[in-house]
């Protein structure tokens, strides 16, 4: 029963991520008006399971780092009670971030729900020092190098691009103004007058461009550029956290690592295509508007320093890396919306100490209880 119960909270901890992150790699889709919410989450869904099948083979590292070791006794790694205690502590956070619109990581939720059940079994013989270095250090540092990297070379492709002459297009609104002026005598007569007048186009309007490369349409092939970066972004993402979630069921092999990461990828995409939207707004619409070649830069150095990472094992946070990357681009063209960013990063920092007490309190209630 211990074992059924410890696999139900892996999958809703699955649930909460996909819920929270899946359409984080696609969220510059949306954003620039490259496409529309469903084609971008479908394309986020088929790209993220794949990702997270490949962690089958190329992830083992991260497997081991979110089991625990290290950071606790090995005899309490055996315990099912720790692992569900984790896994629930996280997974209540995420959802109730997911449920205010907040885009926060999976990994920080991790982390703290894993310091706080920890904390509370055996107090004082937690590995404070491991838990620094091998998670905390890489979650700082990762968003803040997205952001320095992604308008650095927002830059650099903003000179290529009139190098090569390919100019950027916008469009303008024309707006009808009618007048009505009533004429005073007996007969109360009307006259009517109409005005056009033009303005740049706040809304339902996508920037374009133009010019052609190697004989192809520049748009066509910033377009597809975009498109596979985005996906590149998800896959990033799934071979990323999919081995966080297993890990938990590695603690005390409960299932196979290969049927664990498949259950795993199917519940991570139900919990995007069921309910990622409130995140995806805020992701794609409220830090900065943005256009498909600012998207697609974002998008770049956000699965460049994922895929890197989980090469290397390091638990960085995909929301982490592509908000900042995303940040990057809207300082870059003085658009970001520095309100918006203020509310994430208090989420970021609310993250941990919310998923520890929480991964604490249900530890303490499932050994009084089982």
Known sequence: MIL???????CFLAYSNGANDNFK??????????TNY??????????????????????????????????VPDELLQSPIFAISIALGAAFTILLATKIGMPISTTHSLVGALFGAGVMAIGAEFNFTKLGKTFLIPLIVSPLMAAVLSFMMYLIFRHLRKKLGVTKTSCLC?????????????????????????????NGCIDGYEGRLLGISSQKLLDSLHYLSAGVVSFARGLNDTPKIVGLLVIINTLDIKWGMIAVA?????????????????????????NSGQGFTANLITGLLVTTASFHGLPVSTTHVSVGSIFGIGTATKK???????????????????????GGAIFNLLQSIL
């Open 4 to 10: 059924i119960l410890l696999f139900i909270a892996a």
């Open 25 to 34: 790699g696609v969220a510059t889709l949306f954003g620039s008006g490259t």
């Open 38 to 71: 469903k084609q971008a989450i479908n394309w986020a869904t088929v790209t993220t399971f794949v990702g997270s099948i490949a962690a089958i083979f190329l992830a083992e590292e991260l497997v081991k780092n979110f089991s625990g070791k290290g950071l």
């Open 174 to 202: 024309i707006t009808e103004t009618r007048t009505v002026a009533k004429i005073e005598d007996s007969n109360l007569a009307f006259t009517s007058g109409t005005t056009l007048k033009t303005t740049y186009c706040e």
């Open 266 to 290: 199917i519940t991570i995409a139900m919990g995007g295509l069921l309910n990622a939207k409130k995140v995806g707004v805020t992701m794609s619409k409220k830090i900065t508007p943005m």
């Open 336 to 358: 970001a919306d520095n309100k918006m960013i203020s509310k994430i990063l208090l989420s970021w920092f609310l993250t941990l100490p919310i998923a520890a007490l929480a």
